[in-house]
């Protein structure tokens, strides 16, 4: 009887460091797919850093060429209002000089005028 209570004993001891070995096995296998979560989290959250850090640079580029592309429009806009400017004022000053000119002949005319008519008294 004795003999029999000591295998059942050792038996039951037996089966529990069966258990207590397969539960470390199973943590230890949990601990290494947790491991493995974390470095595959780890290297997503790179490439979703990575790929954003590369479209605010793509973002940066684009604001900066379409700033360019402004400023480059509003210096032709400006180029084309001061050549413009320009075409006026030379046209304003030939008015003028025509004007002047115009003037002065008409002076003259009437200067001979009147000494054609002076001359034409005096005879």
């Known amino acids: 009887e004795e003999a029999k ?20 096995k199973a943590s230890r296998l949990e601990q290494e797919r947790l491991l493995k979560e974390a470095e595959e989290d780890k290297k997503r959250e790179e490439r979703t850093y990575d790929l954003l850090r590369r479209k605010r640079a793509r973002d940066k580029a684009n604001k900066a060429a379409l700033l360019e592309r402004e400023r480059l429009k ?5 180029a084309k209002q001061r050549e413009i400017r320009a075409y006026d004022l030379m046209r304003q000053k030939r008015a003028r000089d025509k004007a002047k000119k115009a003037s002065r002949l008409e002076q003259e005319r009437l200067l001979k005028e009147a000494e054609e008519d002076k001359k034409r008294e005096e005879r």
């Open 5 to 24: 209570q000591r295998e059942i004993r050792a038996y039951d001891l037996m089966r529990q460091k069966r258990a207590r070995d397969k539960a470390k």
């Open 74 to 78: 509003r210096e032709s806009e400006e």
